[in-house]
């Protein structure tokens, strides 16, 4: 079965500057997708960005780029100049097959 | 395009009663997920529907819970009877198509249920 772990329950970062969240995954498939999603408190969970593990470029959007490293089965979350918008619990996530595997999250803090 | 609806958003009920939740997808998406989302972690897998199909129910505990999804379209969810430890948030998804819409879930509210 797959795995997915989120080492970091928590992190914090200051406005404007930027973050790395923490993901790996253990899978024997050699295609697969990953994802980031986004669950502010009390409030519904939305995709932040997807990588498909066939493509050897990292995936972006706007102040959000993953760090994806297929051989070591890490796949990490960069946030660049922080908003206090981010702060939220981010999801590291698996899927192969139309099936997903969920890590636990990371809370992410954000100081003014 | 409207996305992913649940009702109710929030229920309080007692041990021993039953309850139900109701998803409908973004429309034209062929798979729908039902979640369980424990505080403090990460959604879990309930049952995986593909039109009118379960595709996975391995995880649904199926002495107390019950879902169908008529018509391919909108889903149901049912809890009877309640225990303490099904207090969560029950999420619903779906997704669309077939490579990477297919893998790619929306997400609905969420219904937070708490069990007294």
């Known amino acids: 079965a797959q795995t997915v772990t989120q080492s970091q329950p928590e992190m914090s970062v200051q406005e404007a500057e930027t973050v790395t969240l923490s993901c790996t995954y253990d899978?024997?498939?050699?295609?697969?997708?990953l994802f980031w999603y986004k669950q502010p408190p009390s409030r519904q969970m939305i995709l932040v960005i997807r990588?498909?593990?066939?493509?050897?470029q990292n995936a972006t959007e706007n102040r959000f780029s993953v760090n994806f490293q297929k051989a070591a089965k890490s796949f990490s979350l960069k946030i660049s100049d922080s908003q206090l918008g981010d702060a939220a619990m981010y999801f590291c996530?698996?899927?192969?097959?139309?099936?997903?595997?969920f890590g636990d999250g990371t809370t992410l803090t954000v100081k003014p | 395009e409207a996305g992913v609806a649940q009702s109710p958003r929030y229920k309080i009920i007692e041990k021993r009663q039953s309850v139900a939740f109701w998803c409908n997808p973004i429309?034209?998406?062929?798979?729908l997920y039902w979640y369980q989302q424990i505080l403090g972690q990460g959604p879990k897998l309930l049952i995986q529907?593909?039109?009118?199909?379960?595709?996975?129910d391995s995880q649904l505990p199926k002495d107390r819970f019950s879902a169908e999804r008529l018509k391919g379209v909108d889903s149901t969810l049912k809890i009877q009877p309640a225990k303490l430890e099904d207090s969560a948030v029950y999420l619903c998804?779906?997704?669309?198509?077939?490579?990477?819409?297919?893998?790619?879930?929306?997400f609905g509210p969420g219904t937070r249920l708490l069990v007294l």
């Open positions: 998804a779906s997704s669309a198509g077939t490579g990477a819409s297919r893998e790619t879930q929306y």
């Open positions: 990588q498909e593990a066939y493509k050897q």
């Open positions: 429309s034209g998406h062929a798979t």
């Open positions: 996530a698996y899927s192969n097959a139309g099936k997903s595997t």
């Open positions: 899978t024997s498939e050699s295609d697969y997708y």
């Open positions: 529907f593909q039109n009118n199909g379960v595709v996975d």
